[in-house]
């Protein structure tokens, strides 16, 4: 794009369209900032990829794939609960009777010392989860080739 193409740089946004002037095909959202050039060339490369038909075994994996990221999810949102309270307790009681912390621990603190557990616990256990539920299905995918191997060299 050449700088004749550009707006000026005092160009405030037109009342009418809330946009900020460029070329005739390109206006850009002044909140996002994305031009519509390219959204359209995104547009284009997902109907581009559309044709495309997955193969069984390839849904198989995308299955697999998405179960074990519910499965980590629910797992980590459990862990979280669990240390939620876990951490609410002791921090809690810490603060109405452990003379620094009651000095030292606003409610900012508290609420920070609760959720870093919280999170903390959530990613462990979904990365966990997941890492077990994806080392079953290639476990499980190796026995299912190693069977098709065995029938077809038996024939």
């Not at 997902?46 to 629910?74: F, M, W, Y």
């Not at 979280?80 to 030292?104: C, D, G, Q, Y």
């Amino acid at each position: 794009m050449s700088p004749t193409h550009l707006p000026p740089a005092d160009a405030s946004p037109s009342p009418a369209t809330n946009t900020i002037p460029t070329t005739p095909r390109q206006t850009r959202n002044p909140k996002m900032g994305i031009p519509s050039t390219m959204k359209d060339a995104w547009i284009d490369n997902q109907r581009r990829n559309a044709i495309l038909v997955a193969s069984p075994l390839e849904e198989k994996r995308v299955r697999d794939a998405r179960h074990c990221t519910q499965e980590g999810v629910r797992a980590g949102a459990r862990a979280a609960a669990v240390a939620a309270a876990v951490s609410a307790v002791p921090t809690l009681v810490a603060v109405r009777v452990v003379p620094w912390a009651k000095a030292n621990l606003n409610y900012t603190a508290q609420a920070l010392i609760i959720s870093a557990a919280s999170i903390a616990a959530y990613f462990i256990a979904a990365d966990k989860t997941i890492l077990e539920c994806a080392r079953r299905n290639a476990e499980h995918n190796l026995k299912e080739v190693e069977k098709r191997a065995a029938a077809n060299s038996s024939h």
